[in-house]
């Protein structure tokens, strides 16, 4: 959970997605069309995107098909 928080820090949006999810890329535009600017991290696109999906999950104690947006330490689920 140390390296989600370092990640999630003081952003005030941030969306743990994959690349070939349609799901996740359309909460992304979604949200951006709102005028928002998340920080988006592309699990399978980073060298330690698989422990950081582990960790999600680990840490929300479920199995993370879908991916937390986290919002001031609040998460809300694509």
């Known amino acids: 959970m140390d390296t989600i928080n370092k990640l999630v820090g003081s952003r ?3 969306i743990f997605s994959k690349s070939n999810c349609c799901i996740s890329h ?3 535009t979604l949200i951006c069309s709102f005028g928002a ?3 988006v991290y592309e699990l399978d696109e980073l060298p330690n995107g698989e422990q950081l999906q582990q ?3 680990a840490a929300l104690g479920q199995r993370a098909n879908l991916f937390p947006c986290f919002k001031k330490a609040k998460a ?3």
């Open 26 to 28: 359309t909460i992304v």
């Open 55 to 57: 960790a999600l999950e």
């Open 37 to 39: 600017n998340p920080t």
């Open 12 to 14: 005030p949006l941030v």
């Open 76 to 78: 809300i689920w694509v």
